[in-house]
Protein backbone atom coordinates (compact mmCIF):
# COMPACT_ATOMS: atom_id res chain seq x y z
CA UNK A 1 0.00 0.00 0.00
CA UNK A 2 2.85 2.45 1.21
CA UNK A 3 4.50 1.23 -2.34
CA UNK A 4 1.21 2.45 -4.59
CA UNK A 5 0.87 5.71 -2.47
CA UNK A 6 4.54 6.16 -3.45
CA UNK A 7 4.17 6.04 -7.72
CA UNK A 8 0.46 8.22 -7.25
CA UNK A 9 3.09 11.14 -5.64
CA UNK A 10 5.67 10.27 -8.33
CA UNK A 11 3.05 10.91 -11.24
CA UNK A 12 1.34 13.85 -9.81
CA UNK A 13 4.73 15.12 -9.46
CA UNK A 14 5.74 14.50 -13.01
CA UNK A 15 2.24 16.10 -14.20
CA UNK A 16 1.33 19.49 -13.29
CA UNK A 17 -2.02 20.01 -13.41
CA UNK A 18 -2.05 23.92 -12.85
CA UNK A 19 -2.11 25.97 -15.97
CA UNK A 20 0.41 29.04 -16.56
CA UNK A 21 -1.27 31.98 -15.71
CA UNK A 22 1.90 34.48 -15.94
CA UNK A 23 1.45 33.60 -19.85
CA UNK A 24 -1.46 35.68 -19.99
CA UNK A 25 -0.88 38.86 -18.12
CA UNK A 26 -2.44 41.45 -20.04
CA UNK A 27 -4.65 39.63 -22.23
CA UNK A 28 -8.67 40.17 -22.41
CA UNK A 29 -10.36 38.12 -24.52
CA UNK A 30 -11.37 34.82 -22.52
CA UNK A 31 -11.07 32.75 -25.98
CA UNK A 32 -7.33 33.88 -26.43
CA UNK A 33 -6.34 33.12 -22.62
CA UNK A 34 -7.62 29.40 -22.67
CA UNK A 35 -6.21 29.24 -25.79
CA UNK A 36 -2.60 30.14 -24.79
CA UNK A 37 -3.07 28.68 -21.67
CA UNK A 38 -4.41 25.00 -22.83
CA UNK A 39 -1.66 24.79 -25.52
CA UNK A 40 1.61 25.86 -23.33
CA UNK A 41 0.35 22.65 -21.06
CA UNK A 42 -0.04 20.12 -23.56
CA UNK A 43 3.20 21.35 -24.98
CA UNK A 44 4.83 21.20 -21.50
CA UNK A 45 2.81 18.00 -20.00
CA UNK A 46 1.61 16.21 -23.41
CA UNK A 47 3.07 13.14 -25.05
CA UNK A 48 1.92 10.58 -28.02
CA UNK A 49 -0.52 8.06 -26.58
CA UNK A 50 0.27 6.34 -30.49
CA UNK A 51 4.09 5.80 -29.99
CA UNK A 52 4.92 7.14 -26.68
CA UNK A 53 7.01 9.88 -27.77
CA UNK A 54 7.93 12.02 -24.96
CA UNK A 55 6.86 15.32 -26.22
CA UNK A 56 4.59 16.75 -28.84
CA UNK A 57 5.28 19.62 -31.64
CA UNK A 58 3.06 22.46 -32.12
CA UNK A 59 1.81 23.51 -35.54
CA UNK A 60 1.82 27.33 -36.69
CA UNK A 61 -1.59 29.28 -35.72
CA UNK A 62 -2.37 28.94 -39.37
CA UNK A 63 -2.78 25.18 -39.49
CA UNK A 64 -6.33 25.09 -40.83
CA UNK A 65 -6.73 21.14 -39.08
CA UNK A 66 -4.54 20.06 -36.04
CA UNK A 67 -2.60 21.57 -32.96
CA UNK A 68 0.03 19.71 -32.45
CA UNK A 69 1.47 16.40 -33.99
CA UNK A 70 4.38 14.03 -33.04
CA UNK A 71 7.52 13.91 -34.70
CA UNK A 72 8.30 10.51 -34.62
CA UNK A 73 4.86 8.36 -35.85
CA UNK A 74 3.80 11.41 -37.56
CA UNK A 75 0.14 11.56 -35.81
CA UNK A 76 -1.81 14.95 -35.74
CA UNK A 77 -3.82 16.53 -32.99
CA UNK A 78 -6.73 18.77 -32.26
CA UNK A 79 -6.73 20.44 -29.06
CA UNK A 80 -10.56 21.34 -27.49
CA UNK A 81 -10.85 22.96 -23.96
CA UNK A 82 -13.68 23.84 -21.67
CA UNK A 83 -14.26 25.46 -18.63
CA UNK A 84 -16.56 22.41 -16.80
CA UNK A 85 -17.08 18.89 -15.98
CA UNK A 86 -16.52 16.30 -18.78
CA UNK A 87 -19.24 17.03 -21.32
CA UNK A 88 -21.14 14.30 -22.97
CA UNK A 89 -21.51 16.71 -26.13
CA UNK A 90 -18.65 18.98 -27.35
CA UNK A 91 -19.65 22.21 -29.88
CA UNK A 92 -17.78 22.42 -32.94
CA UNK A 93 -17.10 24.26 -35.67
CA UNK A 94 -18.98 24.30 -39.46
CA UNK A 95 -21.28 20.91 -40.01
CA UNK A 96 -20.19 20.25 -43.16
CA UNK A 97 -16.38 21.06 -43.10
CA UNK A 98 -16.30 18.85 -40.03
CA UNK A 99 -18.39 15.80 -41.96
CA UNK A 100 -15.59 16.45 -44.39
CA UNK A 101 -13.24 16.03 -41.76
CA UNK A 102 -13.53 12.97 -40.01
CA UNK A 103 -14.29 11.42 -43.54
CA UNK A 104 -10.92 12.05 -44.57
CA UNK A 105 -7.57 10.37 -43.76
CA UNK A 106 -5.79 13.10 -42.90
CA UNK A 107 -8.51 13.45 -40.03
CA UNK A 108 -6.57 14.74 -36.54
CA UNK A 109 -7.11 13.04 -33.64
CA UNK A 110 -8.55 15.09 -30.57
CA UNK A 111 -7.49 16.29 -27.20
CA UNK A 112 -10.34 16.87 -25.23
CA UNK A 113 -9.09 18.90 -22.01
CA UNK A 114 -11.42 20.44 -19.26
CA UNK A 115 -10.23 22.61 -16.37
CA UNK A 116 -11.31 23.99 -13.03
CA UNK A 117 -12.40 27.50 -12.16
CA UNK A 118 -8.73 27.84 -10.40
CA UNK A 119 -7.65 26.87 -13.81
CA UNK A 120 -5.82 23.43 -12.87
CA UNK A 121 -6.71 20.71 -15.63
CA UNK A 122 -9.71 17.77 -14.52
CA UNK A 123 -9.65 15.50 -17.42
CA UNK A 124 -7.51 15.68 -20.39
CA UNK A 125 -8.11 12.41 -23.05
CA UNK A 126 -7.59 11.60 -26.55
CA UNK A 127 -10.37 10.03 -28.98
CA UNK A 128 -8.75 8.36 -31.71
CA UNK A 129 -9.08 9.93 -35.16
CA UNK A 130 -10.69 6.06 -36.35
CA UNK A 131 -13.75 6.82 -33.77
CA UNK A 132 -14.99 9.47 -35.50
CA UNK A 133 -17.70 8.61 -38.29
CA UNK A 134 -20.31 10.97 -39.52
CA UNK A 135 -22.74 9.73 -37.27
CA UNK A 136 -21.75 10.93 -34.10
CA UNK A 137 -21.39 14.73 -35.76
CA UNK A 138 -24.73 16.61 -35.10
CA UNK A 139 -26.14 19.58 -36.91
CA UNK A 140 -27.07 22.46 -35.26
CA UNK A 141 -29.86 24.53 -36.38
CA UNK A 142 -28.29 27.29 -38.66
CA UNK A 143 -28.12 31.19 -37.39
CA UNK A 144 -31.18 33.20 -37.66
CA UNK A 145 -31.57 35.81 -40.51
CA UNK A 146 -30.81 38.59 -38.27
CA UNK A 147 -27.40 36.78 -37.08
CA UNK A 148 -24.01 38.09 -38.13
CA UNK A 149 -23.33 34.58 -39.94
CA UNK A 150 -26.94 34.26 -41.02
CA UNK A 151 -27.25 30.56 -42.12
CA UNK A 152 -24.52 29.33 -40.64
CA UNK A 153 -24.46 25.74 -39.50
CA UNK A 154 -22.72 24.18 -36.78
CA UNK A 155 -22.52 21.26 -35.31
CA UNK A 156 -21.64 19.21 -31.88
CA UNK A 157 -19.51 16.39 -31.16
CA UNK A 158 -21.69 13.60 -29.28
CA UNK A 159 -19.05 11.90 -27.42
CA UNK A 160 -22.68 9.45 -26.09
CA UNK A 161 -21.38 7.43 -29.58
CA UNK A 162 -18.02 6.88 -28.57
CA UNK A 163 -17.54 3.09 -27.45
CA UNK A 164 -15.86 3.46 -24.23
CA UNK A 165 -12.45 1.91 -25.53
CA UNK A 166 -12.29 5.21 -27.48
CA UNK A 167 -11.98 7.76 -24.95
CA UNK A 168 -8.45 7.33 -23.58
CA UNK A 169 -7.63 9.30 -20.58
CA UNK A 170 -4.25 10.98 -20.04
CA UNK A 171 -6.17 12.52 -16.38
CA UNK A 172 -8.96 11.29 -15.40
CA UNK A 173 -10.55 13.61 -12.21
CA UNK A 174 -7.29 15.11 -11.68
CA UNK A 175 -5.40 12.01 -11.58
CA UNK A 176 -2.47 10.74 -14.24
CA UNK A 177 -2.94 8.08 -15.96
CA UNK A 178 -0.06 5.26 -16.35
CA UNK A 179 1.58 6.11 -19.57
CA UNK A 180 1.89 2.59 -20.52
CA UNK A 181 -1.96 1.93 -20.00
CA UNK A 182 -2.62 4.99 -22.27
CA UNK A 183 -0.44 3.92 -25.47
CA UNK A 184 -1.85 0.00 -24.77
CA UNK A 185 -5.71 1.46 -25.02
CA UNK A 186 -4.94 3.36 -28.17
CA UNK A 187 -2.96 0.61 -29.69
CA UNK A 188 -5.75 -1.94 -29.17
CA UNK A 189 -8.44 -0.22 -31.46
CA UNK A 190 -5.94 1.24 -33.83
CA UNK A 191 -7.11 -2.19 -36.30
CA UNK A 192 -9.99 -0.13 -36.88
CA UNK A 193 -8.20 2.41 -39.47
CA UNK A 194 -7.44 -0.80 -41.90
CA UNK A 195 -11.03 -1.00 -42.14
CA UNK A 196 -14.07 -0.03 -44.56
CA UNK A 197 -16.14 2.71 -43.36
CA UNK A 198 -18.93 -0.09 -43.69
CA UNK A 199 -16.83 -2.59 -41.86
CA UNK A 200 -15.65 0.01 -39.18
CA UNK A 201 -19.21 1.15 -38.63
CA UNK A 202 -20.56 -2.66 -37.52
CA UNK A 203 -17.36 -2.88 -35.45
CA UNK A 204 -18.38 0.06 -33.46
CA UNK A 205 -22.01 -0.62 -33.16
CA UNK A 206 -21.15 -4.29 -31.82
CA UNK A 207 -18.75 -2.46 -29.33
CA UNK A 208 -21.16 0.01 -28.09
CA UNK A 209 -23.24 -2.75 -27.42
CA UNK A 210 -20.60 -4.34 -25.19
CA UNK A 211 -20.55 -1.50 -23.59
CA UNK A 212 -24.22 -1.97 -22.47
CA UNK A 213 -23.77 -5.35 -21.09
CA UNK A 214 -21.89 -6.70 -17.43
CA UNK A 215 -18.52 -7.71 -17.55
CA UNK A 216 -19.11 -11.06 -18.27
CA UNK A 217 -22.12 -10.98 -20.79
CA UNK A 218 -23.69 -14.17 -22.97
CA UNK A 219 -24.12 -14.27 -26.82
CA UNK A 220 -27.64 -14.31 -26.38
CA UNK A 221 -27.70 -10.87 -24.95
CA UNK A 222 -26.02 -9.17 -27.51
CA UNK A 223 -28.60 -10.75 -30.06
CA UNK A 224 -31.21 -8.36 -28.24
CA UNK A 225 -29.43 -5.71 -29.55
CA UNK A 226 -30.38 -7.32 -33.29
CA UNK A 227 -33.64 -4.69 -34.01
CA UNK A 228 -31.25 -1.62 -33.59
CA UNK A 229 -29.10 -2.96 -35.60
CA UNK A 230 -31.48 -3.96 -37.99
CA UNK A 231 -32.13 -0.45 -38.15
CA UNK A 232 -28.67 0.82 -38.65
CA UNK A 233 -28.27 -1.96 -41.47
CA UNK A 234 -31.85 -2.42 -42.44
CA UNK A 235 -30.76 -4.33 -45.85
CA UNK A 236 -28.37 -7.37 -43.65
CA UNK A 237 -30.60 -10.06 -43.81
CA UNK A 238 -28.42 -11.96 -41.62
CA UNK A 239 -28.02 -9.47 -38.53
CA UNK A 240 -26.61 -12.51 -35.59
CA UNK A 241 -24.35 -13.97 -38.28
CA UNK A 242 -22.64 -10.38 -38.38
CA UNK A 243 -22.21 -9.90 -34.66
CA UNK A 244 -20.75 -13.62 -34.32
CA UNK A 245 -18.71 -11.77 -36.76
CA UNK A 246 -18.12 -8.87 -35.04
CA UNK A 247 -17.27 -10.72 -31.70
CA UNK A 248 -15.01 -12.88 -33.19
CA UNK A 249 -13.02 -9.90 -34.06
CA UNK A 250 -13.02 -8.16 -30.94
CA UNK A 251 -12.12 -11.28 -29.91
CA UNK A 252 -8.63 -11.43 -32.04
CA UNK A 253 -7.73 -8.00 -31.29
CA UNK A 254 -8.23 -9.23 -27.69
CA UNK A 255 -10.96 -6.33 -26.44
CA UNK A 256 -12.92 -9.22 -24.95
CA UNK A 257 -11.97 -12.82 -23.93
CA UNK A 258 -14.42 -15.83 -25.78
CA UNK A 259 -15.34 -18.36 -22.25
CA UNK A 260 -17.02 -21.13 -23.83
CA UNK A 261 -20.33 -22.19 -24.28
CA UNK A 262 -21.61 -18.49 -25.59
CA UNK A 263 -20.22 -16.54 -22.78
CA UNK A 264 -17.56 -13.53 -23.13
CA UNK A 265 -16.14 -11.31 -20.87
CA UNK A 266 -14.79 -7.65 -21.61
CA UNK A 267 -10.85 -7.57 -21.22
CA UNK A 268 -9.47 -4.31 -19.29
Same mark, same amino acid.
Given at each position: ?????????????? %?????????? =????? /? @?? *? $????????????????????????????????????????????????????????????????????????????????????? %?????????? =????? /? @?? *? $???????????????????????????????????????????????????????????????????????????????????????????????????????????????????????????????????
Amino acid at each position: MQRQFHLIVLLEVA %LDLKLNQNLV =KGYTS /P @SQ *I $IRVLSENWVSHNGYCPNCGQDTLSEFSNNKPVADFYCDNCHEQFELKSKKAKLSLIINDGAYNTMIERVSSDTNPNFFFLTYSKT %LSVNNFLIIP =KHFFT /P @SI *I $IKRPPLSLTAKRAGWVGCNIDLRKVPESGKVFIVKDQFPIDKSKVTAQFQKTVFLRGQSALARGWTLEIMKCVDKLPQQFTLNEVYKFSSYLRSIYPNNNNINAKIRQQLQILRDKGIIEFIGNGHYCKLD
